[in-house]
């Protein structure tokens, strides 16, 4: 059975930083493509960062580019996603994914607030 739970989202000052994990089970996730996304109030949910299975090709929503970065531990299972240069825009729900059979996390609300 599929699993994935984020962590490390919280309240942070806009300027900030914060790193999101997302620990997999039930899969052989060093083969899955993974990615995050995010849904703010009102509106859809969108696609912030992907990753290769094996980590060397990843690509990012332009509004994220040169702020944060997705990277992955295929021995912990866990994909990450570092975000710095925090705005209140980026104030949402987070979501982590596989991307073969598209299963979701339950995840985890950053807000970004002074």
């Known amino acids: 059975q599929v699993h994935l739970v984020e962590s490390g989202g919280g309240l942070v000052q806009p300027g900030g930083s914060l790193r999101l994990s997302c620990a997999a089970s039930?899969?052989?996730?060093?083969?899955?493509?993974m990615s995050w996304h995010r849904q703010a109030p009102g509106k859809e949910r969108e696609l912030v960062a992907d990753?290769?299975?094996?980590?060397?090709?990843?690509n990012y929503a332009d509004s994220v580019k040169g702020r944060f970065t997705i990277s992955r531990d295929n021995a912990k299972n866990t994909v990450y996603l570092q975000m710095n240069s925090l705005k209140p825009e980026d104030t949402a729900v987070y979501y982590c994914k596989e991307d073969i059979w598209n299963y979701w996390g339950q995840g985890t609300q950053v807000t970004v607030s002074s």
């Open positions: 039930g899969f052989t996730f060093s083969t899955y493509p």
């Open positions: 990753i290769s299975s094996a980590g060397n090709s990843r």
